[in-house]
């Protein structure tokens, strides 16, 4: 096999965000763009050579040309073996499994995740550590310095690897191993769920679902575990073909973006369950008849109820829940006598924790939950989990999360996103709330009082690292509480993220709508932020 060591200079803008380097696809195009991140890769991460690396996407546009460029990268980089999923699909918590499973020296995902994909939308990448979980942040500021100084990258001439026959396959010496990208996934869910149980409930025939893959790489295994392997009826899983633009559509299950799922749970014969998952699989919305689940109260919900599932059947050792996702978590956590920590947006801050066997379950409030199964969020492993719990209760899924509230009280909560705003406003908006911070304290509005103003920051409690500048948290004495933080995983402009939360410990008071509930707060933050002023922002352009 012929080697080429190609020349080249180094990108500037290749720190990577919450979760990898996320572009538009143009950008990844640039001429050796994509080449100096991967060789960044390689060059840091040195158990790789002579290792193996799992390799696979979510199979949005640009995903094929890229599999094929790091094929021959590995190869060149003296790498002994990649196993890629067939199609160059694998979704993000699969490969996670993946990397786990075959204890591998890591893995590189292709996925923007929720951000459209197409010709004209985005792409992204990111390493994943042995450990099977998004890179440290030590980790990417290494393969970020690494970008900086790039002046080379080594490439193999070999020709393209058939991507969709299973088996071996080579590069050069390197044995290329195209695996089904959904088997082992779904051997480890068994392990996890009683599936007998969730059988039993879909033939009795009284009880109805639909998931939406929305037309990205849950499709597949949606389709295996759901109809073939639970017996949920065919058509249960809808836009189950992994699209490269993804139908045209925002592959983010929310209200805004998931309507058509949304619109089967309510109207005429609303169905007794629903759910969708992202992009690359890792994100999950669960939704019962007429009834939305926030998601930090399916988190809570799920730390309150592993116990009763067959992989969790030993209880849990902690919870861990991301900075702005509500508190509905601690709750349980008090109640449970065990640990709940508070970490930054992103799912690589859970990976030490879950490693130390602090914690058994994690989330956050952007849709993502997940358990030490994997180091990844993983939504279909949310969507079995309510599954098995509703087989074991059988109760609604409104039944299950009002008696949560009953029993340990509501956290209201909602999150407004500006997205697309101006990066200099965005920057002089929270500069402004940097600068308000020591004057906030005391401060009323009505019944609301400020009780404390912060940046936040995290000390990692097993390796002891410090995560500065996570986001600014305004907390009142009645234990609401506001979070105004940046966004780190968009391609275009700034995008400011709201989380207003509100807790109701009083029964008689917990079936509230969420807005009105928490209008008080929106027109708080509105004056402490001065978002209308500083953005020209009436409204957010998304609420969930
Ligand atoms: C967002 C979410 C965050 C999540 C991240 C990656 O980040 O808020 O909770 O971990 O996306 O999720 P940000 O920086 O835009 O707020 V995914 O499914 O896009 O990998
Ligand atoms: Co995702």
């Known amino acids: 096999?012929?080697?080429?060591?190609?020349?080249?200079?180094?990108?500037?803008?290749?720190?990577?965000?919450?979760?990898?380097?996320?572009?538009?696809?143009?950008?990844?195009?640039?001429?050796?763009?994509?080449?100096?991140?991967?060789?960044?890769?390689?060059?840091?991460?040195?158990?790789?050579?002579?290792?193996?690396?799992?390799?696979?996407?979510?199979?949005?546009?640009?995903?094929?040309?890229?599999?094929?460029?790091?094929?021959?990268?590995?190869?060149?980089?003296?790498?002994?073996?990649?196993?890629?999923?067939?199609?160059?699909?694998?979704?993000?918590?699969?490969?996670?499994?993946?990397?786990?499973?075959?204890?591998?020296?890591?893995?590189?995902?292709?996925?923007?995740?929720?951000?459209?994909?197409?010709?004209?939308?985005?792409?992204?990448?990111?390493?994943?550590?042995?450990?099977?979980?998004?890179?440290?942040?030590?980790?990417?500021?290494?393969?970020?310095?690494?970008?900086?100084?790039?002046?080379?990258?080594?490439?193999?001439?070999?020709?393209?690897?058939?991507?969709?026959?299973?088996?071996?396959?080579?590069?050069?010496?390197?044995?290329?191993?195209?695996?089904?990208?959904?088997?082992?996934?779904?051997?480890?869910?068994?392990?996890?769920?009683?599936?007998?149980?969730?059988?039993?409930?879909?033939?009795?025939?009284?009880?109805?679902?639909?998931?939406?893959?929305?037309?990205?790489?849950?499709?597949?295994?949606?389709?295996?575990?759901?109809?073939?392997?639970?017996?949920?009826?065919?058509?249960?899983?809808?836009?189950?073909?992994?699209?490269?633009?993804?139908?045209?559509?925002?592959?983010?299950?929310?209200?805004?973006?998931?309507?058509?799922?949304?619109?089967?749970?309510?109207?005429?014969?609303?169905?007794?369950?629903?759910?969708?998952?992202?992009?690359?699989?890792?994100?999950?919305?669960?939704?019962?008849?007429?009834?939305?689940?926030?998601p930090s109260d399916s988190l809570a919900i799920m730390a309150a109820n592993a116990h009763h599932l067959p992989g969790y059947r030993m209880g849990i050792a902690g919870i861990a829940r991301s900075m702005p996702t509500s508190q509905a978590a601690d709750r349980v956590a008090e109640a449970m006598g065990i640990e709940c920590y508070e970490t930054p947006t992103g799912w690589k801050f859970f990976g030490n924790l879950l490693d130390a066997g602090k914690i058994t379950i994690c989330g956050e409030e952007s849709f993502g939950t997940g358990s030490d199964h994997v180091r990844e969020k993983d939504g279909l492993w949310a969507v079995l989990f309510w599954l098995n719990l509703?087989?074991?209760?059988?109760?609604?899924?409104?039944?299950?999360v009002e008696g949560h509230w009953r029993r340990f009280g509501r956290n209201y909560y909602t999150r407004y996103d500006y997205e697309g705003i101006d990066t200099n406003d965005a920057n002089g908006l929270m500069e402004h709330l940097q600068n308000s911070l020591a004057s906030l304290p005391g401060t009323e509005f009505g019944q609301f009082v400020i009780q404390y103003a912060d940046n936040f920051s995290y000390t990692d409690p097993v390796d002891g690292s410090l995560s500065q500048n996570q986001g600014i948290r305004i907390g009142f004495s009645n234990g609401s509480r506001m979070v105004f933080r940046l966004s780190g995983t968009g391609t275009e402009g700034a995008t400011l993220r709201l989380y207003l939360e509100l807790f109701e410990p009083d029964p008689a008071k917990q079936l509230q709508q969420t807005s009105d509930v928490i209008a008080p707060l929106v027109a708080i933050a509105q004056e402490v932020a001065e978002i209308r002023q500083r953005t020209g922002r009436d409204k957010p352009s998304v609420i969930t």
């Open 1 to 294: 096999m012929k080697t080429k060591t190609v020349p080249t200079q180094p990108f500037t803008d290749q720190r990577p965000g919450t979760s990898g380097l996320r572009k538009k696809v143009s950008h990844f195009q640039q001429e050796h763009y994509l080449e100096n991140f991967v060789q960044a890769i390689f060059d840091t991460q040195s158990d790789l050579g002579g290792g193996t690396l799992v390799l696979g996407g979510d199979g949005r546009y640009h995903n094929r040309t890229a599999i094929q460029v790091i094929l021959k990268m590995a190869a060149a980089n003296c790498l002994s073996e990649v196993i890629v999923g067939q199609g160059g699909l694998l979704s993000t918590p699969a490969a996670s499994c993946v990397i786990r499973k075959y204890k591998t020296q890591g893995g590189i995902i292709l996925s923007a995740s929720h951000n459209p994909g197409g010709p004209d939308a985005d792409f992204g990448i990111k390493f994943n550590a042995p450990n099977g979980g998004p890179a440290p942040e030590g980790m990417t500021e290494a393969i970020y310095k690494r970008t900086l100084e790039m002046q080379q990258y080594q490439i193999s001439e070999a020709p393209n690897v058939d991507l969709e026959s299973i088996g071996n396959h080579s590069v050069g010496d390197m044995l290329v191993r195209v695996i089904d990208p959904v088997d082992d996934y779904a051997e480890l869910m068994q392990e996890l769920f009683d599936f007998d149980a969730i059988h039993s409930m879909f033939n009795a025939g009284t009880f109805r679902m639909h998931f939406d893959a929305m037309h990205a790489i849950t499709g597949p295994y949606a389709s295996r575990i759901l109809e073939q392997m639970l017996g949920a009826p065919q058509g249960t899983v809808i836009n189950g073909t992994p699209l490269e633009d993804f139908g045209g559509g925002h592959p983010d299950p929310n209200l805004a973006h998931a309507h058509e799922i949304v619109e089967l749970t309510t109207g005429f014969e609303p169905v007794d369950f629903a759910a969708a998952s992202d992009g690359d699989g890792d994100r999950n919305m669960v939704l019962g008849k007429n009834f939305y689940v926030n």
């Open 390 to 400: 509703l087989a074991f209760k059988r109760q609604s899924v409104r039944k299950i």
